[in-house]
């Protein structure tokens, strides 16, 4: 367990260790972006295509020069191969591609000097219906983690809700258990006491309870607190976008 005097990993590391199983404990300290700005090839997976796309539309940036290629189902070939010829001599060759999308990039994973970072990695339980597209239909996550043991040395996985070790006993995974793990804290991250509050159908009561009464100009109210502004986290990509759509 280590503990920063700081907010992003930025600001304390300059690489991230390798054969390792972290827990980041706080979404947003910047840990994946410590990766990618890293100076080494890197293969960063992620399970959604968002994320992608995210991801590599904020490089180059002031910080970093280095551009990042995304790599989804709707990207082809020709524009995987041509980056990494692009970077020769330039900088190193940073993907980063969603989960489904691995095995277009294992040649690329399997080269000596990349290094892999899976994060997200609690979902390899929570999304395994993936399926790649082919003419062959495969587990996509049982793949990407048989593909990954021989590369163990070079993996990185990454969660700030990291899925106990122990559950990937007689899996595909099981080699995850013999990674090392790290746990990482930051004394200068904001810190929130949640209230908890239940609802039947926490979505529509969402939407009910907070969203349409901010919308109108009113108070929304959940138990003793009023509020009319508020920063709403969805852990679900499909309940963001049908947010979206209706406000």
Not at 104 to 126: G, H, Q, T, W, Y
Request: hydrophobic share 35%; charged share 25%.
């Amino acid at each position: 367990e280590y503990c920063y005097n700081a907010s992003y990993a930025s600001e304390v590391m300059k690489d991230l260790p390798t054969h390792a199983y972290i827990d980041k404990t706080t979404c947003g300290v910047g840990m994946t972006s410590v990766a990618i700005e890293e100076n080494c090839n890197t293969l960063l997976l992620v399970p959604t295509k968002l994320l992608v796309e995210n991801k590599a539309n904020q490089y180059p940036s002031s910080r970093c020069p280095y551009y990042v290629q995304g790599v989804t189902g709707d990207v082809d070939d020709y524009t995987i191969h041509s980056y990494i010829n692009q970077c020769q001599g330039k900088q190193p060759a940073k993907y980063i591609c969603t989960y489904d999308s691995f095995a277009r990039m294992l040649p690329f994973a399997r080269m000596d000097n990349v290094r892999i970072v899976v994060d997200e990695s609690d979902k390899v339980f929570a999304q395994s219906h993936l399926k790649s597209v082919s003419t062959t239909e495969i587990d996509v996550l049982n793949y990407m983690l048989k593909e990954l043991e021989p590369l163990q040395d070079r993996v990185t996985m990454i969660s700030s809700t990291p899925v106990p070790v122990d559950y990937f006993q007689g899996t595909y995974g099981e080699w995850i258990m013999g990674l090392d793990q790290y746990k990482f804290k930051w004394t200068t991250s904001m810190t929130v006491t949640p209230m908890m509050c239940k609802r039947r159908m926490p979505t529509d009561a969402l939407k009910k309870e907070v969203i349409q009464p901010i919308v109108a100009g009113k108070d929304a109210v959940v138990g003793d607190r009023k509020f009319r502004k508020a920063i709403i986290f969805l852990n679900s990509v499909n309940s963001i976008c049908k947010a979206i759509k209706e406000y």
